[in-house]
């Protein structure tokens, strides 16, 4: 059959790709829609039988005939495109994750394509355990750890709040990574179990921090909710059943440090579990909503309904068809934009005070890493925008909208106040309390004399409040300090090179640790000077120091 000539501005008629395979699910009730043997959709009958007929002849308008008669033109091209966007239409195909695959906007994945072979393996072992009794069995243990750490909860506050013995760090962290590998590999097992493989498994980088994953799309083959919901809890079930088993073992633990270290490692593994179940980010609490709800790509298609939202906010122009009908679609598209921006925004704050005062070497990685935090926030922004200014209908009032949008938050970071907090170390010698900053520290770290200083733990996870003082300012003066000045890890017999600024006069008879930090309120200044400060000035005055113009001075403390 020819093609017939097209008139203008008709639309190429619609082909599916080769790749695209559609298939009945294992219970018959849908339609399976796979790319190269991914799945990547569920669809109706009715869509199906509209995929299999984009046969690249037959035009949008017979198709919208046969199949969606209900459907408005546009209605029906809006279809149509989210078909081609999700690479199922001959010349949108993307390419299938691979060994190294980036997903937007800040996740780099390093896998091994014998994850099916390595599962496989895995469960044959692990089958004899994989009954409903061990079901159970971790449920009681993550109830009884529950009550076990609300027992001992004085008792986990003050080691969260502590700094850590280096030894009590090392066995935290590696116990932690074991688990991260087991939580990852309880997905792959229970989708085996199932009658589901995983294609993909090994390491990447989730929002600058390293993680194992499993690619469970496979999961979308199970004929029941129940299991794939299963699939997505079985990793933070095996941190929950850590969690408790730790925290049992700290209420029976007679040995005062072994206690909180396992009190440690109860709190982490919960916050894990805590973090995991967050439904607005690609973790497993959306994995195991999605698969309860039975609505694949769910976040996909709420970020596509906030999107139109904004989208006829600043530029006008009808409402699209909603990507999916439920009354919550917007606002949980709002938040799985917010959300995941949030953390990518802590993600850098802690590399910023992590790296600050380590030269020249950090300077450069913070830079770096706040470059490529723009270049994927602003290549996702740019698309947004580029697809409004395509389909709005009025571009002037995007350009007069968005132009006051970015002064008003301009202008009010610029003139909000906020604290200017110099956060120090100190350490006691004798009756002197010592404040100190770390050897090669960015910006100025002159203290005023008078002004009040508050000295807390320097905890792993929190800081406790200790005393209230007063600075007295001192020359610099180099000096050496405990780590745990600046850092929440005790080692014993090692100090780092710092500067010495000052001293804190505290009421008499107070009670200090050798060492821990001290907060020091030396004013205010703008939101927007303390970003520009803390994010780029500061570490571009360490690489290019004839380039950066100071920025306004802070207001003195009164």
């Known amino acids: 059959m020819t093609r017939e000539l097209l008139a203008p501005g008709e639309a190429e008629p619609p ?41 690249g002849v037959t035009g949008l308008d017979e198709l919208r005939r046969r199949f969606a008669p209900d459907q408005t033109p546009d209605a029906f091209a809006d279809l149509v495109e989210r078909f081609r966007r999700a690479g199922l239409l001959r010349g949108s195909e993307r390419r299938i994750t691979g060994r190294v695959t980036y997903r ?78 087991a939580h990852e590999a309880a997905h792959g097992v229970t989708l085996v179990h199932g009658g589901a493989r995983p294609r993909r498994a090994g390491v990447m980088l989730l929002y600058l921090g390293p993680a194992f994953f499993v690619d469970v799309t496979d999961a979308w083959r199970l004929p029941s909710r129940a299991a794939r919901a299963a699939v997505a809890l079985a990793g933070p079930a095996v941190h929950a059943v850590l969690a408790g088993t730790a925290a049992l073992a700290a209420l029976v633990a007679a040995d005062v440090d072994l206690r909180r270290t396992l009190l440690v490692l109860a709190c982490a593994c919960g916050t894990v579990v805590g973090v995991n179940l967050v439904p607005f980010v690609r973790f497993d609490g959306y994995i195991a909503l999605m698969s309860a709800l039975d609505e694949p790509n769910l976040r996909a298609r709420t970020m596509a309904d906030a999107a139109d939202g904004v989208r006829r906010l600043v530029f006008g122009g009808q409402r699209s068809p909603r990507a999916f009908d439920r009354w919550w679609s917007v606002p949980f598209g709002v938040l799985s934009a917010v959300v995941p921006a949030a953390l990518v925004w802590f993600a850098v704050e802690r590399a910023v005070r992590a790296l600050d005062g380590t030269g020249p070497v ?9 470059a490529a935090v723009l270049v994927a926030v602003g290549a996702v922004v740019a698309r947004w925008v580029a697809r409004g200014w395509a389909r709005g209908r009025s571009r002037a009032r995007f350009l007069v909208i968005s132009g006051v949008a970015v002064a008003a938050v301009l202008a009010v970071a610029a003139v909000l106040p906020v604290d200017d907090v110099r956060t120090l170390g100190f350490t006691t010698t004798g009756d002197r309390v010592v404040l100190a900053v770390p050897d090669g520290s960015s910006g100025d770290v002159s203290l005023a004399d008078g002004v009040p200083v508050e000295l807390t733990t320097n905890g792993i996870l929190a800081d406790a409040h ?47 640790p050798s060492s821990g930090r001290a907060a020091v309120r030396v004013g205010t200044r703008s939101l927007l000077d303390a970003v520009w400060t803390s994010h780029i000035a500061q570490p571009a005055a360490v690489l290019f120091p004839f380039l950066i113009p100071p920025m306004p001075q802070t207001k003195e403390a009164r």
């Not at 009681?140 to 506050?157: S, T």
């Not at 950090?362 to 706040?370: D, M, P, S």
């Not at 000096?479 to 008499?508: C, H, K, M, Q, Y």
């Open 104 to 181: 937007p906007p800040l996740t780099v994945q390093f896998a091994t394509l014998r994850a099916p072979q390595i599962f496989d393996s895995l469960h044959r072992v692990l089958r004899p355990f994989l009954r409903r009794g061990l079901l159970w069995s971790a449920a009681a243990f993550v109830v009884a750890g529950a009550v076990a750490l609300a027992v001992q909860a004085d008792a986990a506050l003050a080691a969260l709040s502590s700094p850590l013995p280096w030894r009590d760090v090392l066995i935290v962290t590696a116990v932690l990574v074991v688990a991260t590998f």
């Open 15 to 55: 082909r599916l790709s080769e790749s695209v395979r559609i298939e009945p699910s294992a219970d018959g009730a849908y339609w399976l829609v796979s790319v190269e043997g991914v799945p990547v959709s569920r669809a109706s009958g009715a869509v199906a039988a509209t995929l299999r007929a984009m046969d």
């Open 362 to 370: 950090g300077a450069f990685v913070v830079l770096a890493l706040e």
């Open 466 to 512: 200790l005393a209230t003082g007063v600075v007295r300012a001192e020359s610099p003066r180099r000096r050496g300090v405990p780590l745990s000045a600046f850092a929440p890890v005790e080692v014993a017999g090692i100090e780092v090179d710092a500067v010495a600024v000052g001293t804190a006069e505290v009421p008499d008879g107070t009670a200090l």
